[in-house]
């Protein structure tokens, strides 16, 4: 695969047909965005998503590690008493005085363990324990089958246990498994978890036979 550049604002309407284009010409476009559901636009424009819950510098920092590029498309459009024009689209775009550095760990992090899925709906919540004290992101994987290999689903920030995936398919056998990542290297896996999804209830009807 080609250079490795990072995108903000990668779900958004410009940032969705950047990452389509730049895909499509073999980069690999890491889309840094704050909720899953913009992460599954990300991942459906063929760019790999790294979801940050807060607006926490270092992790933000982290999350570029490794890109080459980075393309600022993040923006309000309207103002709002926690996001203003010139906290988002002025300071926001602004290098800082301050540097961030991030030095590589010496070796990868310890691998999670205690993988457990469930089901709410058709969505599938993973709970896993927290064994490192050096990673910077957890990546899930999933798989669809019963016999099948876990690829990459989404990587999230560190020190989280949980993960709720959106994106599975009704009546379906996904395999589940998560590991712990820094710039030295992944963790081995945890722990794989099969789960099948529910489908839709069936709606009570009824019938007038007439004799």
Known sequence: MGHRLAVTGANGFVGR????????LGWEVVGVVRSEGAARTVREA???????????P???????????????LAQIGSERS??????????????????????????????????TTSTSNISVILNWTDNA???????????????????DLVTVAANLTS???????????????VLASNPSGRSGASNQSTVIT??????????MISH
């Not at 270092?58 to 600022?72: Q, Y």
């Not at 005085?97 to 990868?108: D, G, K």
């Not at 529910?198 to 019938?207: E, I, L, V």
């Open 163 to 177: 993960f709720t995936d959106n994106t599975a398919s009704q009546k379906a056998v996904y395999v589940y498994q």
């Open 82 to 115: 926690d996001a203003t024009y010139d906290a988002v689209n002025v300071a926001g775009t602004t290098c800082s005085t301050t540097t961030f550095v991030t030095t590589p760990a010496a070796t990868p992090p310890a691998s999670p363990s205690g993988l």
């Open 58 to 72: 270092l992790a933000f920092a982290r999350s570029l590690e490794g890109c080459g590029t980075v393309v600022h």
């Open 198 to 207: 529910p489908g839709h209830q069936p709606t009570a009807t009824s019938h």
């Open 17 to 24: 047909h950047f990452t389509q284009a730049a895909s499509a």
């Open 133 to 151: 004290n050096n990673e910077t992101g957890y990546v899930v994987q999933r798989c669809q089958g019963a016999a099948c290999t876990p690829a």
């Open 46 to 56: 063929g760019g790999r998503a790294v979801v940050l819950g807060g607006r926490d």
